[in-house]
Every structure is written in structure tokens, then in C-alpha cells.
């Protein structure tokens, strides 16, 4: 069923002049002169983001004027109209002009609708759009219902979302797509071999736990997602000033990117096997939190001296990652708010991704432009390996002052001998201000953007 702002009518709807500052002029001659005239006395002239309301000659609402930029400009944002969503009055409208990526654009007015309403309710207001010619509605709810529901994950507090919480939102994005579903518990991950996550996790007073469940037929290509689910962060007996521990409810926003991707694959039923694993645990302190010094046993053999407890994510995604690797799949995906360094790097809206396949990041790189979820390729450089380098352990589990997001890619690179294919992306899973489409608050990155490369290599 398509989304509740999508209209599957054009009746009483109004249209909107989607213009440029080259453009304007044409299309404004072709309007009625009350129109015509109210545009000049504000001033509109087209400019990017600009609207202007334009009445009729009794001073009814008779349409909207939009500014994009031009085609070809380097900073165009497909997103621009989702801002639209947000500032007309309630109403039915339409593109009354072609649109320029019509089903980002659709998209945008969604996800631009969005808000965080667990705690405070905000005015509701129904502002629908006329599903553009040739545009998937279904298509587009399903993506947009699994980034909303993502959002909300993230935005959520761990008062109210701690891992036993993960596990029970994975449980239902798993059961509502009829997914095979497993969770190891507590003292049963050393039982079962993942002492990295068990560690991690046994300061909380909720358990750490491995979640893991499986989608479609045995017999298709296997992709392996990975989540990094640390529902908060206190740095552990490493603790962070409490200024970075304001957003760290937003370190579990790996596994809500896994769980938005796995939500889209399953929804659109792309004929592939899925796995979804995610490590979910909070790095508490207490009397038998992991230590500094500390050396750790891992699912994969590799022992890991801990120079830092503030480094858990890459501990917990060890373990994960070592077990995915066991199947031999086809591609393993690991999304992780990991390292401040991938923002000093690259800031908050442009999340590095590391992979050895180069065709892989070619077609990462480009599918990500084209459905405006960019990403940025960062390099695996193999001689920085030796930061990681320990006296008394294989691996320790920082490395040094530089090269931070870089290091800990090559970290969990150690994990992964077998896939075919593997790729990490350091996200951010925050809007640290309102764009058009994108919130301020949590956010998914780069699950859109795997979504419709996993869609064209699979389901053409």
C-alpha cells in the first residue's frame, strides 16, 4: 500500500512549478497575472530553495513555484523538494512540470515528513503529493517505512532501547518477513565461542547477546550483514568526558542501518540468501568490566590486547565477522558508528566505506551518488597495520594518533579470510542539522545506497 502523504489521484490537487533562475521567466509568463504579479511583489526569482505561494484572483491558494538548480550544477541535491513536505500548508499536490530524479524526489517528501514523536507529539499536518508518472509507490514506501523505523531505533534512548531492545526490533523486522530467528544470550556467547562480544557486554546489567537471523532460499547468492548494536557507549573504565557521551544512544545506528537494509531486501523479496548478525551490548562500567592491558581471546583465534576500552565496536564486530566469514558468502556488509576519525576525515554526511574489491567500490561510489546516499572510499593501506601491532598479543585494538578510521577497517579486515567480497562502512547515523529528506537527529546511511546495488546485481 503506498505511503499515506502519496495521493493516487490528481483531483483538487494543486500544482507546483518545479523552476530555475534560468526557467522562471518562461514559466511565469505562461500564469495567470494574479499570480504573475504576487511572484514579483516577493521577490521570487527562482533561486535554489526559494518557494513562493501563488494566489488566485480571489486569494485562494492556486499553486507553488520551487527553485532548484539548474541540471547540470555540481552541488545539485536531489532531495531539494522533500522541504516542501515541511513548509506548505495542508493540501494535495502535484508536479505540474517534469521532474528531475521523480522518484528521489518522491522519497525526499517522505523521509522529509518524519519526527520523533515517541516522547513529545508535534502538530500533525497532511501534506500529500500525487505519486509522479512512472514512479514505484510501493517501491518507494517500503524504503522509506525501513529508514523511518530505523530513525526511530536510533533516536530512541537506551533507558528505553538497551540490547535486549535491539534484539526485539530485530525480531520483529525478521518475523514480519517470515526470517528464521536466533539470539545467544549472555554466558552462552563464551559457551558458543564469542568471547570478544561476551566481554564487551558483561559489565551491563543486560547481557550482551549475539543476534542472528536468516532469509531465503539456501541456494541464492549469500550476503552477510553485520550491525554494530552498542546501545550506549560509555567508554567503559576508558570513560569518555561526558560531553561525548551525549549522542552515544546513536553507537547502535550500524545495526539500524542493518536492520533498514535487511527490512528493504526482504520487502522487495530480492532473490538472495540473507544473513543479518548483530553483536548488541552496552559498554557499561562495573566490577568485571574489561580492563586496559586486558587480552582477549576472539572467535577467530587472534588474541587482542586491549590498549583502549573506548575501542569496543571493532571487538564486538571481531566476533561477528569472524562468524560470518565461516559460510564463505559471497559479500559480507558491516555498518558501524566506529571512529571519530572517519568525521575528522570526512564529516558527518559523507561516510568512508573501505573494500579490496575495486570493482565492488566502483560500483559502490557510483550507485551512491545515484540515489543520493553518498559514500567516499577510504584506502585498506596495509602498512599502517603495524600500529596495530601488540608486545604481547597478535593485534592490539588501537592504533595510533593518525589514520584512525583507516586502522580500524584494517582491524576488522583480520576477521574476514573467506568472502568473496567484504565491505565496511563507517557511518555516522546522525543529522546534525535539518537538510531536505534528513531531519536533524539519527539517521541511515548507506543502506539505500547497498539496497540498490544489491537490487541491480541480483534482481535484473
Given amino acids: 500500500?503506498?505511503?499515506?502523504?502519496?495521493?493516487?489521484?490528481?483531483?483538487?490537487?494543486?500544482?507546483?512549478?518545479l523552476v530555475t533562475e534560468s526557467t522562471w521567466s518562461s514559466i511565469s509568463e505562461k500564469l495567470p497575472k494574479t499570480a504573475q504579479g504576487f511572484a514579483r511583489a516577493q521577490g521570487f526569482e527562482g533561486k535554489v530553495g526559494s518557494h513562493c505561494l501563488l494566489p488566485d484572483a480571489d486569494g485562494n491558494l492556486f499553486g507553488v513555484a520551487f527553485g532548484l538548480a539548474d541540471e547540470n550544477a555540481k552541488q545539485r541535491d536531489p532531495f531539494a523538494v522533500g522541504k516542501l513536505a515541511t513548509i506548505l500548508p495542508d493540501g494535495i499536490y502535484r508536479f505540474e512540470n517534469d521532474?528531475?530524479?521523480?522518484?528521489?524526489?518522491?522519497?525526499?517528501?517522505?523521509?522529509?515528513?518524519?519526527?520523533?514523536?515517541?516522547?513529545?507529539?508535534?502538530?500533525?499536518?497532511?501534506v500529500r503529493l500525487v505519486t509522479p508518472k512512472g514512479v514505484d509507490a510501493e517501491e518507494v514506501t517500503r524504503i522509506a517505512n525501513a529508514v523511518f523505523r530505523s530513525r526511530d531505533l536510533v533516536n530512541i534512548p537506551t533507558s528505553d532501547l538497551g540490547p535486549d531492545g535491539i534484539e526485539a526490533?530485530?525480531?520483529?523486522?525478521?518475523?514480519?518477513?517470515?526470517?528464521?530467528?536466533?539470539?545467544?544470550?549472555?554466558?552462552?556467547?563464551?559457551?558458543?565461542?564469542?568471547?570478544?562480544?561476551?566481554?564487551?557486554?558483561?559489565?551491563?546489567?543486560?547481557?550482551?547477546?549475539?543476534?542472528?537471523?536468516?532469509?531465503?532460499?539456501?541456494n541464492a547468492p549469500r550476503i552477510?550483514?553485520?550491525?554494530?548494536?552498542?546501545?550506549?557507549?560509555?567508554?567503559?573504565?576508558?570513560i569518555k568526558p561526558a560531553s561525548s557521551m551525549l549522542m552515544m544512544r546513536k553507537d547502535m545506528g550500524g545495526a539500524a542501518a542493518t536492520?533498514?537494509?535487511?527490512?528493504?531486501?526482504?520487502?522487495?523479496?530480492?532473490?538472495?540468501?540473507?544473513?543479518?548478525?548483530?553483536?548488541?551490548?552496552?559498554?557499561?562500567?562495573?566490577?568485571?568490566?574489561?580492563?586496559?592491558?586486558?587480552?582477549?581471546?576472539?572467535?577467530?583465534?587472534?588474541?587482542?590486547?586491549?590498549g583502549?576500552?573506548?575501542?569496543?565496536?571493532?571487538l564486538i564486530l571481531g566476533d561477528a565477522l569472524a562468524l560470518a566469514d565461516e559460510e564463505k558468502p559471497d559479500l559480507i556488509v558491516d555498518f558501524a558508528t566506529l571512529t571519530g576519525a572517519a568525521r575528522v576525515a570526512l564529516g558527518p554526511?559523507?561516510?568512508?566505506?573501505?573494500?579490496?574489491?575495486?570493482e565492488l567500490a566502483l560500483d559502490i561510489a557510483r550507485t551512491g551518488m545515484e540515489v543520493n546516499d553518498p559514500v567516499w572510499r577510504m584506502p585498506l593501506w596495509s602498512p599502517y597495520m603495524s600500529q596495530l601491532d601488540s608486545k604481547y598479543a597478535d593485534m592490539n585494538n588501537t592504533g595510533g594518533p593518525m589514520a584512525g578510521s583507516v586502522t580500524a577497517a584494517l582491524f576488522l579486515r583480520r576477521f574476514v579470510s573467506d568472502a568473496k567480497?567484504?565491505?565496511?562502512?563507517?557511518?555516522?547515523?546522525?543529522?546534525n542539522s535539518t537538510r531536505p529528506g534528513r531531519p536533524e537527529g539519527g539517521e541511515v546511511q548507506a543502506a539505500r545506497l547497498m539496497y540498490a546495488l544489491l537490487k541491480k546485481r541480483y534482481a535484473s
Avoid at 105 to 124: D, H, M, P, Q, V
Avoid at 224 to 238: E, H, P, Q, S
Avoid at 421 to 431: L, M, Q
Fill in 1 to 17: 500500500m503506498p505511503h499515506a502523504l502519496l495521493a493516487t489521484s490528481s483531483e483538487n490537487s494543486l500544482p507546483i512549478w
Fill in 224 to 238: 552477510t550483514l553485520v550491525g554494530k548494536g552498542v546501545a550506549f557507549d560509555t567508554g567503559g573504565l576508558d
Fill in 349 to 358: 554526511e559523507l561516510p568512508p566505506f573501505f573494500t579490496d574489491d575495486d
Fill in 169 to 218: 526490533a530485530a525480531r520483529q523486522v525478521a518475523e514480519a518477513h517470515g526470517a528464521k530467528f536466533t539470539s545467544i544470550v549472555g554466558d552462552d556467547l563464551l559457551k558458543q565461542n564469542f568471547p570478544m562480544i561476551h566481554a564487551v557486554g558483561r559489565a551491563s546489567a543486560t547481557p550482551p547477546r549475539l543476534i542472528d537471523f536468516t532469509w531465503g532460499n539456501a
Fill in 308 to 314: 583502549n576500552t573506548d575501542a569496543e565496536g571493532r
Fill in 99 to 126: 521532474v528531475p530524479d521523480a522518484a528521489l524526489a518522491t522519497l525526499s517528501w517522505i523521509l522529509a515528513s518524519y519526527g520523533f514523536t515517541r516522547y513529545r507529539k508535534r502538530a500533525e499536518k497532511s
Fill in 421 to 431: 567480497a567484504y565491505v565496511h562502512f563507517d557511518i555516522f547515523a546522525w543529522n
Fill in 259 to 306: 536492520l533498514a537494509l535487511a527490512d528493504m531486501i526482504m520487502g522487495a523479496k530480492l532473490p538472495v540468501r540473507l544473513r543479518v548478525l548483530i553483536p548488541a551490548v552496552e559498554n557499561s562500567i562495573s566490577s568485571n568490566a574489561f580492563r586496559p592491558g586486558d587480552i582477549l581471546n576472539s572467535r577467530k583465534g587472534i588474541t587482542v590486547e586491549i
